[in-house]
């Protein structure tokens, strides 16, 4: 697992700079931007980031998961501590441009309509995900 933490923008096009996570924090504007894999593994970076946004002054944090290439459920958990943060710190959290992964998990899980993207745009509803489970568990013996 590696870690790019920068203050420098980091690109919007192309790959990512490195396997793993990106975290770039901007206190200035109060945003955060990812790329990469959020996981188990790299999730605590984004709380260590908005302890960092903490310090200033602003009354609503950003996170752009737009580079989010992968996100399980500690990343999913990681947001919700983030948002947990900004609550508890009297601040707003903003989801922007979030990734399919984390659109479709935020979505499943509920926390999409406590996490608010700054742009609401409209989704369609999910998919049935009904498994066959004659076909994922294979046949019985």
């Given at each position: 697992m590696?870690l790019?933490?920068?203050?420098?923008?980091?690109?919007?096009t192309?790959?990512?700079?490195?396997?793993?996570?990106?975290?770039?924090?901007?206190r200035?504007?109060?945003?955060?931007?990812?790329?990469?894999?959020?996981d188990?593994?790299?999730?605590?970076?984004?709380?260590?980031?908005?302890?960092?946004l903490?310090?200033?002054?602003?009354?609503?944090?950003?996170?752009?998961?737009?580079?989010?290439?992968?996100?399980?459920?500690?990343?999913?958990?990681?947001?919700a501590a983030?948002?947990?943060?900004?609550?508890?710190?009297?601040?707003?959290?903003?989801?922007?441009?979030?990734?399919?992964?984390?659109?479709?998990l935020?979505?499943?899980?509920?926390?999409?309509?406590?996490?608010?993207?700054?742009?609401?745009?409209a989704?369609?509803?999910?998919?049935?995900?009904?498994?066959?489970?004659s076909?994922?568990?294979?046949?019985?013996r």
């Amino acid at each position: 697992m590696s870690l790019l933490l920068t203050t420098d923008p980091l690109p919007t096009t192309g790959p990512a700079p490195f396997e793993g996570l990106a975290v770039s924090v901007d206190r200035v504007h109060a945003t955060v931007v990812l790329r990469g894999e959020l996981d188990r593994d790299s999730a605590h970076h984004v709380t260590d980031a908005l302890a960092a946004l903490a310090t200033t002054g602003h009354a609503c944090w950003v996170i752009d998961t737009s580079g989010v290439t992968w996100c399980d459920a500690g990343g999913l958990r990681s947001l919700a501590a983030a948002h947990a943060l900004a609550v508890h710190s009297g601040r707003q959290l903003r989801l922007t441009g979030r990734s399919r992964c984390v659109d479709r998990l935020l979505r499943l899980s509920g926390l999409d309509r406590s996490i608010a993207d700054t742009a609401r745009r409209a989704r369609a509803p999910l998919p049935d995900l009904t498994c066959d489970t004659s076909r994922a568990v294979g046949p019985e013996r």
